[in-house]
């Protein structure tokens, strides 16, 4: 089972225009991520928000978390083609264990 | 090691067969993750480790499944009598988190081995 899904399911832009992704969960969450894969490869962490967070920057990247929502975005701004990638959030889940569950992702191209 | 080592990349399987990949953590990660990703989707939740204890393997889509890290390091996910069906990506993740720790799970991701079972 996935717990986010990511919208949109792909985006097009032009190199140095911002992208924005959302995602929306279901369950109380403790925290979530941001991950991004290259074709091919696996994933790598990008991003953390705690619960208490609101907003939080790292270089060209701004994700903004609302729990009453159950609602995370992540834009990414001056986009590169570089940037070419899919995006996937993720929140830890804790039933009686410990995992993380990942939504089905955005991909995003970036035309230069 | 600097990195996770998953192996093979690539294994093509016939239907029937089977088929054991490795996934070598990080040096210390306690913390173990198996994924498996179908074309186009997300990765899907498989299992996980805390050294050598298997804490959940709810993901496991069958009995045809098993993984296992006796020695809290490396561990192998083994599936039986593939079918065509299990052809994915299988991704490895390690974490230095514990269970029931105030830290956030941050996953560091092998390549993946992709099977394709003809």
């Known amino acids: 089972s996935q717990q986010g899904e990511e919208d949109p399911q792909a985006l097009s832009i032009q190199e140095g225009e911002n992208a924005t992704m959302n995602c929306s969960y279901k369950t109380s969450i403790n925290n979530l991520q941001w991950y991004r894969q290259n074709s091919g490869r696996g994933l790598v962490h990008l991003i953390l928000?705690?619960?208490?967070?609101r907003e939080k920057h790292s270089g060209r990247l701004r994700v903004t978390l609302d729990t009453s929502k159950k609602s995370s975005s992540l834009l990414i701004t001056a986009s590169r083609a570089a940037d070419t990638a899919s995006y996937f959030c993720?929140?830890?889940?804790?039933?009686?264990?410990?995992?993380?569950?990942f939504g089905a992702g955005t991909r995003l191209f970036v035309k230069a | 090691g600097a990195g996770v080592s998953q192996s093979p990349r690539y294994k093509v399987a016939k239907r029937g067969q089977d088929v054991a990949l490795r996934c070598d953590p990080i040096?210390?990660?306690?913390?173990l993750f198996w994924y498996q990703q179908a074309l186009g989707q997300g990765p899907e939740f498989l299992t996980y480790f805390q050294n050598e204890a298997q804490l959940d393997k709810s993901g496991l889509p069958s009995d045809r499944f098993f993984a296992e890290r006796p020695e809290g390091s490396v561990s192998t996910l083994k599936i039986q009598r593939t079918q065509q069906e299990d052809s994915a990506v299988y991704l490895c993740?390690?974490?230095?988190?514990?269970?029931?720790?105030?830290?956030?799970?941050?996953?560091?991701f092998g390549a993946g081995s992709r099977l394709t079972v003809l």
């Open positions: 993720a929140t830890d889940e804790r039933t009686g264990g410990f995992k993380t569950i």
């Open positions: 993740a390690s974490s230095s988190i514990l269970t029931g720790g105030t830290g956030a799970n941050v996953l560091t």
């Open positions: 928000i705690r619960s208490n967070e």
């Open positions: 040096s210390g990660h306690v913390s």
